[in-house]
Nanobody, 115 residues
Framework: QVQLVESGGGLVQAGGSLRLSCAAS????????IGWYRQAPGKQRELVAG???????KYADSVKGRFTISRDNAKNTVYLQMNSLKPEDTAVYYC?????????WGQGTQVTVSS
C-alpha cells in the first residue's frame, strides 16, 4: 500500500507561481513512477507531468517550459513547480503513484488561477 498526500494548492493570479508537493508513505520502494494529473470541471483527468524511478520526466505539451517536476528521495516527496500560471491551469491536481500491483491516488489539491 502507498499513501499520497498533496499540498501546496491555492489561489494565484495569472503569471504567478505555485509549488505542489506529493508526500508518499507506505511501500514507497514499490513505486515505479509518480505523476501529477489535473481535472478541470467538466473535463477528463489529464496527465500534467511524470517522473520515473530512473529520474526521467515527461510533460504535457500545455505545460512544457512552465512546469517542472522533481523529487526528493530522502523525503519521499515529489514536487511540481508551476510558473507562469494561466487561468486554464485551474483544476484539482492529483498525485498518482504507479506500481506493478496498483495505482494509488492522493486526495487532490485545488489550484485556481485568476485572470
Amino acid at each position: 500500500q502507498v499513501q499520497l498526500v498533496e499540498s501546496g494548492g491555492g489561489l494565484v493570479q495569472a503569471g504567478g507561481s505555485l509549488r505542489l508537493s506529493c508526500a508518499a508513505s507506505g511501500s514507497t520502494f514499490s513505486i515505479n513512477a509518480i505523476g501529477w494529473y489535473r481535472q478541470a470541471p467538466g473535463k477528463q483527468r489529464e496527465l500534467v507531468a511524470g517522473i520515473s524511478s530512473d529520474g526521467s520526466t515527461k510533460y504535457a505539451d500545455s505545460v512544457k517550459g512552465r512546469f517542472t517536476i522533481s523529487r526528493d528521495n530522502a523525503k519521499n516527496t515529489v514536487y511540481l513547480q508551476m510558473n507562469s500560471l494561466k487561468p486554464e491551469d485551474t483544476a484539482v491536481y492529483y498525485c498518482n503513484a504507479f506500481t506493478i500491483a496498483a495505482d494509488y491516488w492522493g486526495q487532490g489539491t485545488q489550484v485556481t488561477v485568476s485572470s
